[in-house]
């Protein structure tokens, strides 16, 4: 059986399972002939279930006929916040080569796709039905710049090693952090820069591209730096610490990379948005779009992990599962 579950959890916490489901096909109803039915209703739609409990970790395991397959964890999804009075934020970890599995939600807050076995055009699909605010792609094969993959709010690729100057310069979202690219370069990095500056995009907030350490691909702060009119950081005009969105994925780094005190700035002068460009050990480049110049210090502040036997490091972004 595919394991599929519901699990709560608190911020920056792996969480509980707390009840798992599967479908089962007519014939296998008679495997079920001596478990408690349970009855559910979601849209107008009677669902019909079994209950079992998983043999190891005597978790509830809900079982409905094959055509409830997708509405089952939906209602269970929607008792649960509602029985435990917990936030209606819907996050799916899901392989898509479940995809003909996969729950009957129009809307996921946070997804992440984990499988490297799945069919592109499923994807591609599932991008143009489904309103995804924020997910992590850790497997994708090559797509077009002009997939709507790249209109997606906040978006995290691993390991895209595909990913050229057209794709950079056709991200459209809010947030995006692409890691481990090895066909960027300092011009592309300027390219983008300037569409910024030169446009009107009002909904980037951003840019993080991370070269792949297994080759040797560097960004050059300065040789990015001499293409504009830039400015030391101005206490007076911004805060010196970014407020990277908390409605992301989250991700580590040995060093607080939203601290832009020592960071350039640039302005647009179509409406005076302030942007701050910085590159990191050569393999960082992080541009930041300042939509708020001055946050609320109460909850702009850095979060440093200290494992056991390991140097500390921080966490940017509030998403993780």
């Not at 490297?116 to 599932?126: A, G, K, M, R």
């Amino acid at each position: 059986m595919v394991r599929r579950s519901i699990r709560i959890q608190k911020k920056r916490e792996w969480g509980d399972e707390i009840v798992m489901w599967s479908g089962y096909e007519n014939e296998e109803m008679r495997d079920f002939r001596e478990n408690m039915w349970i009855e559910f209703e979601y849209n107008g739609v009677r669902i019909l279930c079994r209950l079992t409990f998983h043999p190891t970790t005597q978790l509830p395991v809900i079982w409905c006929r094959w055509e409830h397959r997708k509405l089952l964890p939906m209602v269970l999804y929607t008792s649960t916040c509602e029985v435990l009075m917990i936030q209606n934020t819907i996050q799916i970890k899901s392989s898509f080569s479940e995809f003909n599995n996969f729950p009957a939600t129009l809307h996921v807050d946070n997804l992440v796709q984990w499988c490297s076995h799945y069919e592109l055009n499923d994807f591609e699909t599932f991008v143009r039905i489904i309103n995804v605010n924020n997910v992590d792609i850790r497997y994708l094969e090559k797509v077009s710049p002009a997939s709507a993959i790249f209109s997606i709010d906040h978006l995290t690729i691993r390991s895209p090693t595909w990913f050229t100057r057209d794709h950079l310069l056709n991200f459209s979202g809010k947030s995006a952090f692409i890691q481990d690219v090895r066909d960027i370069n300092n011009q592309d990095l300027i390219d983008f820069i300037k569409k910024w500056k030169d446009g009107e995009d009002k909904k980037l907030e951003s840019m993080i591209v991370v070269a792949d350490s297994l080759t040797n691909l560097t960004f050059d702060l300065e040789a990015i730096l001499r293409e504009f009119e830039t400015k030391p950081w101005d206490p007076k005009r911004r805060s010196g610490r970014f407020n990277f969105p908390e409605n992301r994925m989250q991700f580590a780094h040995r060093m607080d990379i939203m601290e832009c005190s020592e960071n350039m700035d640039i302005e647009r002068e179509s409406d005076g948005l302030l942007a701050t460009i910085s590159v990191i050990n050569q393999r960082w480049f992080c541009f930041f779009v300042w939509h708020n110049r001055f946050p609320d210090p109460g909850t702009n502040f850095p979060i440093l992990n200290t494992p056991t036997n390991r140097p500390p490091y921080h966490l940017h972004g509030g998403i993780w599962f």
